[in-house]
């Protein structure tokens, strides 16, 4: 999710692994060319495979990556986008297929995408504002 401007850029994959990990950062070297990205991850497992620390060192001119502590979903920002699509679209629905989740999924990610002003829950927070004295 690009925190100026509220634009989320996604993959879908069957399973978490680096591999779909390097999927999805090649996905954002070519959405933000030419632009250095500053990404802030949390420390699951695949996150730090061999073929990612490789990919990462290979692009460390583009691609900036601040890790959150082991388990700090309140620092990370996107557990609020998750939590907003499952109060919203994802609950309460027996989806038949994973496809179905999947294009639920998107429709919702689609109603919010790059409407900062509409991501409420996820900047109007006090741990996320500045405090002015």
């Known amino acids: 999710m690009d925190y100026a401007t509220g634009r989320i850029v996604h993959t879908v994959a069957d399973t978490k692994s680096g591999w ?6 090649t996905v954002l070297l070519k959405t933000y060319a030419g632009r250095k990205i500053r990404l802030v991850c949390d420390n699951a497992r695949f996150h730090h495979t061999k073929a990612v620390e490789a990919f990462l ?3 460390r001119e583009r691609l900036q ?3 959150l502590p082991p388990y700090c979903p ?4 996107i557990e ?8 919203t ?11 179905d989740l999947v294009a ?4 919702g990610v689609g109603c919010i ?10 900047f109007d927070h006090d741990d996320v504002q500045i405090k002015v004295a």
Request: hydrophobic content about 50%; glycine content about 6%.
């Open 80 to 87: 609020r986008l998750w939590g907003h699509l499952k109060r």
């Open 20 to 25: 779909n990990f390097i999927a999805f950062l």
């Open 65 to 67: 990556i601040f890790w």
């Open 113 to 122: 995408n790059g409407h900062r002003n509409y991501m409420g829950f996820m």
């Open 89 to 99: 679209v994802l609950s309460n629905v027996l989806f038949l297929t994973m496809d």
């Open 57 to 59: 060192a290979e692009n």
């Open 104 to 107: 639920t999924f998107r429709c």
């Open 74 to 77: 309140n620092l990370n920002l």
